[in-house]
């Protein structure tokens, strides 16, 4: 059974930073590419960053490039978010994501709230 569990969300001020974890089980994490992504209240749930199943490839959203970036630790079945000069438009709930064949796993979701 495929079970994402997100985590490190929070509440930061404009221009701090958050790393976000998503904790993977009941697959074979490795052999996956991983995803981030966010929907803000209203919105469509948009991909934030993806990496390829050893890391070496990366992908970012326009709006993020430059500041967030994605990895992960296959022996620790982990991938990461960090999350660095946090906007207020970065204020979402953040959802760890495996896609294969059409079929999405999401985890429950990250709040991260960027105000002063």
């Known amino acids: 059974q495929v079970q994402l569990v997100e985590s490190g969300g929070g509440l930061v001020q404009p221009g701090g930073s958050l790393r976000l974890s998503c904790a993977a089980s009941?697959?074979?994490?490795?052999?996956?590419?991983m995803n981030w992504y966010c929907q803000a209240p209203g919105q469509e749930r948009e991909l934030v960053a993806s990496?390829?199943?050893?890391?070496?490839?990366?992908n970012y959203a326009d709006s993020v490039k430059g500041r967030f970036t994605i990895s992960r630790d296959n022996a620790k079945n982990t991938v990461y978010l960090q999350m660095n000069t946090l906007k207020p438009e970065d204020t979402a709930v953040y959802y760890c994501?495996?896609?294969?064949?059409?079929?999405?796993?999401w985890g429950q979701g990250t709040q991260v709230t960027v105000s002063s």
């Open positions: 994501n495996r896609r294969w064949l059409g079929i999405d796993y």
């Open positions: 009941g697959f074979t994490f490795s052999a996956f590419v």
């Open positions: 990496i390829s199943p050893a890391g070496i490839n990366t």
